[in-house]
T-cell receptor, first 111, second 115 residues
């Protein structure tokens, strides 16, 4: 699976949009981009995934660049409960069980 | 509440003890997973079960012994552990373990301390 690079940490103001970048320059054409998050002392939680089109659900939006070498997870109105470690993972759809977690980005939402 | 429960939530054991971690999923999924998360380290996949059959053993030491009696229950039997085995042990489940994608749902984890 392709390797991803994320900033180690970022701060965000409550009520503002949080834009989390992820680089995956070695991604192949059939690899998907997934985002999970882990709130302190809890198990990871699925957020969203996409292949090449932008995706939106009730939690977040995923913007994937046209060359697919990077993506951005957008939390439209960050709340204090969004403070967590966010993981960007790239993997083959057929390789479903292989979730390879990196260090992720520690996002701190401040009041 | 994700539909995946784990017991106990906290466990302290000596190196000579034998204990078991339990995971139960109420989602009707067919695949279950054990992960280990040590302090300051990424999650590591340990075992995968798909339709009760083990499909992945990620070079885990034999002092960790998984058991999957049915698609809803997963155990991790522990014996003669080392202090470096202290970690958060997470269970997850998904609709199946291959082919079509389904996201994994994680339990809250068991915080294990080996003295």
């Amino acid at each position: 699976d392709a390797k991803t690079t994320q900033p180690p940490s970022m701060d965000c103001a409550e009520g503002r949009a949080a834009n989390l970048p992820c680089n995956h320059s070695t991604i192949s054409g059939n690899e998907y981009v997934y985002w999970y998050r882990q709130i302190h002392s809890q198990g990871p939680q699925y957020i969203i995934h996409g292949l090449k089109n932008n995706e939106t659900n009730e939690m977040a939006s995923l913007i994937i660049t046209e060359d697919r070498k990077s993506s951005t997870l957008i939390l439209p109105h960050a709340t204090l409960r969004d403070t967590a470690v966010y993981y960007c993972i790239v993997r083959l759809r057929s390789n479903d069980y292989k979730l390879s977690f990196g260090a992720g980005t520690t996002v701190t939402v401040r009041a | 509440e994700t539909g995946v429960t784990q017991t106990p939530r906290h466990l302290v054991m000596g190196m000579t003890n034998k204990k078991s971690l339990k995971c139960e999923q109420h989602l009707g999924h067919n695949a279950m997973y054990w992960y280990k998360q040590s302090a300051k380290k990424p999650l590591e996949l340990m075992f995968v079960y798909n339709f009760k059959e083990q499909t992945e053993n990620n070079s885990v030491p034999s002092r960790f012994s998984p058991e999957c009696p049915n698609s809803s229950h997963l155990f991790l039997h522990l014996h003669t552990l080392q202090p470096e085995d202290s970690a958060l042990y997470l269970c997850a489940s998904s609709q199946d373990g291959g082919g079509t994608y389904n996201e994994q749902f994680f339990g809250p984890g068991t915080r294990l301390t080996v003295l």
